[in-house]
C-alpha cells in the first residue's frame, strides 16, 4: 500500500489561512465555540512535537460566566473587555512535574532523572515546550477556521493562586478564542525582513 508523502507543500489557500491572511482579533462575533471543536483543537495540537516527547502544556479552556469573572482580576486594562466578549479564553499553563508521565510518553528511555535532579533545565524545558505547544493551540485553531488572540497582560501569580493552587501547574500565558468580527480588525502590523531577522552561515 502506497502511502502519502507528508513532505508536500500545502495548498495556497491554507498558508493563508494559518498565516499571510491570518489576523489577531480583538473583537468578536457572538458565535459560541463548542465543547467538541475544542476538543478537536486538542485533538490536532497534541501532534506538535515537544522535547523528549514530554508535552508539559496544561489547558483551562473558560467559557462560563462565573469562572471569566474569576479571570478578571488577573488580566490588564482591555484585556478583560476581550476576555468578557470571546467565547473561550484558554489559559496555557505548563506541569512542573511533566516528568512524570515521562515512563508513557518517552518509553524508550527513562529520561526523569535529567529533570528531577536539575530544577532549572526541568522548567525551562517545561517552559519553553508549553510555549511551543501554545503555539500549536493558535494554528490548529486557525486550522479549524477560529479565530484567536494571544496575550501576555495578566498577572501570572494571580492565575495560579485562582486556578491552579495546589497543584504542580504554572500559568504561561492566555489566549482568547472564537469567530473574529473582521469589521473592527486594526489595521495590520508590519513585520520585520529576512535580513533584519536572519543570517545564513
Partial sequence: MNETPMTRT?????????FTEARTHHFWQNKPVSEQTLRELYELMKWGPTSVNSAPARIVFVRSESEKARLYPALMGSNIEQVKSAPVTAIIAYNE???E??????????ARHFFVNDPRFSYDTAFRNSSLQGAYLIFAARALGLDVCPMSGFYNAEVDK????????KSNFI?????????????????LSFEEVCTIV
Fill in 10 to 18: 500545502i495548498a495556497k489557500e491554507s498558508i493563508q489561512q494559518l
Fill in 97 to 99: 512535574k511533566f516528568y
Fill in 101 to 110: 508521565d515521562l515512563p508513557r510518553l518517552f518509553p524508550s528511555y527513562d
Fill in 162 to 169: 485562582v486556578f491552579f493552587a495546589g497543584t504542580n501547574l
Fill in 175 to 191: 489566549c482568547t478564542i472564537g469567530y473574529g468580527d473582521s469589521s473592527k480588525l486594526y489595521p495590520r502590523g508590519p513585520r
